[in-house]
């Protein structure tokens, strides 16, 4: 049998068939619009990169809302009234010479340049000229409560006593026409706002010579107290009579109320009484004082005479004298050869400072150190030790 003869077959590939023409455009296309967008953003990121800060638009956040303190009735009833609130006043205010225990407080300003007022329940009190302002400034504060007016007499009129019209302060009858010594007492009785007696002494032309205030020992509110004036008269008077009134300042207004006049003989005879006044300081010395003489009437107590003559400087001339106005003798005692003397706290108000500490002090010294029974002078003022007063 012949061989097989085997048969080699080859596959046909079929032939390639190309993309018909109108495919191939839009592939193009499409890649082409992609380069597009591509290029586009590119150029534009590069722009925004090239802005200043300032043009780009930021999202700006949310505004916090703002938290609004709350208003406190006082501070809402003093600016409803017109007055001017502050948050941190000086509690010491119009008080010259005391400690302030607190660095400040609420408060409600009256008066000023502006008017201020205050609310109907309060007066305007504690009245001084701060920096800036030409008139004073006051603080509103609550009003104090006033006794009733009576409809009578406070009391019967006390057996040998001179009364006002409601017997509320009387004076003992041995004062009428009597003569005035240096310094001269008048014992009362009085029923008073805050056991507080006022007196001032008169010459014939009205002119007052000398004023004061004591206070009565009335065991209760509106309960007659116990008082005695003690005064010196410093100044002259121009006339030989004159008259001595006893009254209370009313709590409202602080007008005289409740008046007893008395008629009195005013003392003639005079003496010299010498004071020592501050002169103008050098560099390195401020204790230096100037000499200066004045008339009195004739008094019994020429030390205490002086002393109280040199504090009364700081009235008649203020600009010679380190001693703060209104500075008053509590006490002056005098024992072997020491005078210990004790000053209101208006003292303390001098305004600090080395010099001032030792101008008062050469002033007060000098002026007792003139005397032969005085060779040392202790200074203080009510609750210090003389350690503790007239510090720098």
């Known amino acids: 049998m012949p061989p097989r003869t085997s048969k080699t077959t080859r596959s046909k590939k079929k032939p390639a068939v190309a993309p018909p023409p109108e495919h191939a455009h839009a592939s193009f296309s499409i890649v082409f619009m992609v380069a597009i967008v591509a290029m586009l953003t590119v150029a534009l990121l590069l722009i925004w990169r090239e802005l200043p800060i300032g043009t780009k638009p930021v999202p700006q956040p949310e505004p916090a809302p703002v938290a609004t303190a709350p208003v406190s009735p006082a501070q809402s009833a003093c600016e409803t009234a017109g007055g001017k609130w502050t948050e941190c006043g000086n509690p010491c205010h119009g008080k010259p010479g005391e400690v302030c225990i607190t ?11 502006e008017g201020w007022s205050c609310p109907k329940d309060q007066v305007c009190t504690d009245v001084e000229t701060l920096e800036g302002e030409t008139e004073a400034v006051g603080v509103c504060r609550s009003a104090p409560s006033v006794p009733p ?52 002494l008169l010459d014939g032309n009205g002119t007052e010579l000398e004023s004061g205030f004591v206070t009565a020992d009335a065991p209760e509110v509106g309960q007659p107290g116990n008082f005695q004036i003690r005064g010196f008269i410093l100044s ?150 003389p350690e503790e007063t007239l510090q720098p």
């Not at 660095?103 to 340049?113: A, H, I, K, R, Y």
């Not at 009578?152 to 004076?171: K, Q, S, V, W, Y």
């Not at 380190?322 to 706290?345: F, H, Q, Y």
Request: proline share 7%; net charge negative.
């Open 103 to 113: 660095q400040c407080e609420p408060q409600c300003l009256c008066g000023g340049d």
């Open 149 to 200: 007016v009576p409809v009578g007499p406070a009391r019967e009129t006390p057996e040998g006593m001179i009364c006002d019209d409601l017997n509320f302060i009387c004076l003992y009858e041995g004062v009428r026409n009597s003569t005035l010594s240096n310094p001269f007492l008048a014992d009362g009785s009085g029923i008073a706002f805050e056991n507080t007696i006022n007196w001032r």
């Open 236 to 385: 002259v008077p121009a006339t030989s009579t004159g008259t001595l009134e006893v009254f209370e300042s009313s709590a409202k207004d602080g007008r005289p109320v409740h008046v007893v006049r008395i008629p009195v003989i005013l003392p003639r005879q005079t003496m010299i009484s010498r004071v020592y006044l501050r002169a103008v300081p050098t560099e390195t010395d401020c204790s230096i004082v100037n000499q200066l003489e004045a008339s009195v009437p004739r008094s019994g107590l020429p030390v205490e005479t002086s002393l109280r003559l040199l504090l009364k400087m700081a009235e008649l001339r203020p600009e010679h004298t380190a001693i703060p106005k209104g500075t008053r003798l509590e006490s002056l005692t005098v024992s072997n050869g020491t005078a210990n003397v004790v000053l209101s706290s208006e003292l303390e108000s001098y305004g600090g400072g080395a010099c001032n500490v030792e101008a008062i002090r050469s002033q007060i010294e000098t002026t007792l150190k003139q005397f032969s029974t005085v060779r040392n002078v202790v200074i203080s003022v009510p609750g210090k030790s």
